[in-house]
């Protein structure tokens, strides 16, 4: 059985969209790659049209025995624990320095285009800015996590190898297809939830004098609009790191005042304590520097966080999650 592309965490917020955007595009010959476990993540593969689907572990051993990768074109590698405040570092190594390694040296050895996932988590606090064209030497992550992503964008240009794949540093993408994710489901879902049960949204409190309550920033991306640079990248054949974020950083107020628009709602928020574990570890502003996409050519516009929020406000009420 021969596909043409293989997404691996195609059960996941940005794979799932991926593979529709695939699919609204004529193209149906995909493998999904995942762990479906006991999340509720299977939810995101119904509707979509794929061949096959194969478990994460079961894909590694196949691929190492060099089978199914011979036969693709394309590997978008979005597969990876996504979860901020994992503290096993030895599983994120595993799971996503140690994997995304094997998998791309096998595309490149075959002769396969690779696009994998990075974040934006390695970009730290944002001492050094947030500029894909820098040198990402430089950069220090936060979290573990972060840092399990910095590790494989720093062995990809160590060894010359981010010349022939490209990896995607996805800023805070949110939409319909992340129910699965618990606690790192975005503020927008989060608070959807809030509000319908207590009538307002919950905001932490800022710990910076230079930022008001509710005023920290973001740069805060619709998952159909990251689907789109995805597949854009990856057809057009554009290697190294690119960020995927809107360009514009946007305050936890404005999310919300969005939030109860899209919802006809008054605004009511309550701001709370910020845990204790995440004082160090919080991102007060995050802004993608977009020249290096925009000087490629992409031209598609971007969906305002207004019209995004109410895209997902009328999905998540029509499918009541």
């Not at 193209?27 to 689907?53: A, P, Q």
């Not at 720093?154 to 800023?171: D, E, M, P, V, W």
């Not at 991102?283 to 019209?307: R, V, W």
């Amino acid at each position: 059985m021969s596909f043409k592309y293989i997404v691996t965490g195609g059960a996941g917020l940005i794979g799932s969209n991926v593979v529709k955007e695939l699919n609204q595009n004529g193209e149906n010959r995909i493998l999904i790659v995942d762990h479906l476990g006991n999340s509720e993540k299977w939810k995101n593969l119904t509707g979509l049209s794929f061949v096959d689907y194969l478990e994460k572990d079961d894909f590694l051993a196949r691929i190492k025995k060099d089978e199914i990768i011979k036969d693709i074109e394309y590997c978008i590698h979005l597969g990876a624990c996504s979860s901020t405040t994992e503290k096993d570092a030895t599983y994120l190594i595993a799971n996503n320095y140690e994997y995304t390694k094997v998998l791309s040296l096998k595309c490149i050895e075959h002769k396969k285009r690779f696009l994998c996932a990075s974040s934006a988590a390695t970009y730290g606090i944002g001492e050094n800015g947030y500029d894909d064209k820098k040198d990402i030497e430089e950069l220090r992550p936060l979290n573990m996590y972060g840092y399990s992503k910095q590790l494989f964008d720093l062995y990809a240009n160590r060894t010359g190898i981010l010349k022939q794949i490209t990896s995607l540093k996805y800023f805070n993408v949110f939409g319909y297809g992340e129910a699965h994710k618990g606690d790192m489901r975005s503020v927008v879902l989060k608070g959807y939830e809030q509000i319908k049960q207590y009538g307002k949204l919950n905001l932490f409190k800022s710990y910076k004098q230079e930022y008001k309550d509710g005023e920290q920033k973001r740069d805060f991306l619709y998952v159909k609009d990251a689907a789109k640079i995805t597949i854009y990248l990856l057809l057009e054949n554009h290697n190294g790191i690119y960020n995927i974020g809107r360009g514009v950083a946007e305050t936890w107020n404005d999310l919300a005042k969005a939030l109860f628009d899209a919802m006809k709602l008054p605004f009511s928020v309550e701001y709370i304590d910020m845990p204790e574990h995440l004082k160090e570890k919080y991102q007060y502003y995050t802004k993608a520097e977009m020249d290096k996409l925009n000087s490629i050519g992409y031209s598609f516009s971007f969906t305002t966080l207004q019209d995004a929020i109410a895209d997902y406000v009328r999905m998540l009420d029509q499918n009541k999650t």
